[in-house]
């Protein structure tokens, strides 16, 4: 294995699938999302691996529950960007140049952490892989993503038609290759380059025909009460909690999205899982 496949990244156990779910660990917080997560991928009987990337802010406590449940945990370091870069993209920086203004961004959310999702094209003993946020449970069998091609997103849609020719990082389907890391480092540390959302402005500006996938792959939890027509649990593959996390105590959302939070804290708990057919849609329960 040549050096830059490892430069970065620790491996500990060997792939066992030549296919990959792929979730990104950077503190507590997320490790609690990466295990209601995992466990939701591997209800739906998937043989793929489920890797998770975990940087040094995440406690060796917040892992155990995680290689318990049978995933691959890979360390990795951050990018190697410069100083100007990572002063630019700081949550400061990020946040007061770009604000967010239609929900808000927890205080463990940290920007610069966004951009060790692109680590996972240094893994490149499999074929395939599907990158999903830690704030995201699925809902049912996706294994056919392995089987779209680089690069596949959804449309970021949440709150009308209009964001639909944004992708949203979330999720994603990419193939590993180390030339395209490379590639896409050179690129990322450009001159001056300012990522306003950090890894989902700069996929969008590598992949400019970036395939899309259909919305229910990477359903946001605002479409439940924005654009309720979309919603039907039995097409959503992915349900994705942007914004507000489910397992946040100030949650400023909580009476909103009560159905949702309490399906997240189902699979975290692994206790009382719905059938997700059951689940009623939100006209149902207005």
């Known amino acids: 294995m040549v050096d830059g496949l490892n430069e970065g990244v620790r491996r500990q156990t060997d792939a ?3 296919f990959a779910f792929v979730t990104l660990v950077t503190n507590n917080d997320y490790a609690m999302g990466a295990l209601a997560l995992a466990r939701s991928i591997f209800l739906t009987g998937t ?20 290689a318990e449940l049978g995933c691959r945990l890979i360390g990795v370091d951050h990018l190697p960007l410069s100083d100007a870069f990572n002063a630019r993209h700081a949550r400061r920086e990020v946040h007061g140049n770009a604000p967010f203004t239609k929900g808000r961004k927890p205080d463990f959310h940290t920007p610069l952490d966004n951009f060790c999702k692109l680590r996972l094209w240094q893994l490149t003993e499999y074929h395939a892989a599907v990158f999903i946020d830690a704030d995201a449970i699925v809902l049912k069998n996706i294994d056919k993503l392995f089987f779209y091609p680089e690069f596949s997103a959804a449309p970021n849609v949440y709150e009308s038609i209009a964001d639909f020719h944004r992708l949203n990082s979330g999720v994603f389907v990419a193939r590993p290759d180390i030339e395209t890391y490379e590639t896409m480092l050179a690129a990322l540390d450009a001159p001056d380059a300012f990522w ?57 959302r909580a009476e909103q999205l009560k159905p ?22 939100p006209a149902e329960t207005a």
């Open 16 to 18: 066992k699938s030549p």
């Open 196 to 252: 306003r959302r950090t890894d989902q402005t700069f996929l969008q500006t590598f992949f400019p025909d970036w395939h899309g996938l259909p919305v229910f792959m990477n359903m946001l939890q605002y479409v439940w009460f924005n654009m309720p027509e979309l919603w039907n649990w039995t097409d959503i593959g992915v349900l994705h909690y942007q914004y507000e996390k489910p397992w946040e105590e100030d949650h400023p």
């Open 47 to 66: 043989p793929a691996d489920v890797v998770v990337l975990h940087t040094g802010g995440t406690p060796e406590a917040a892992l155990e529950p995680l």
């Open 260 to 281: 949702l939070i309490d399906l997240w804290w189902a699979y975290f708990d692994g206790d009382n899982i719905p059938e997700i057919a059951t689940l009623k849609n």
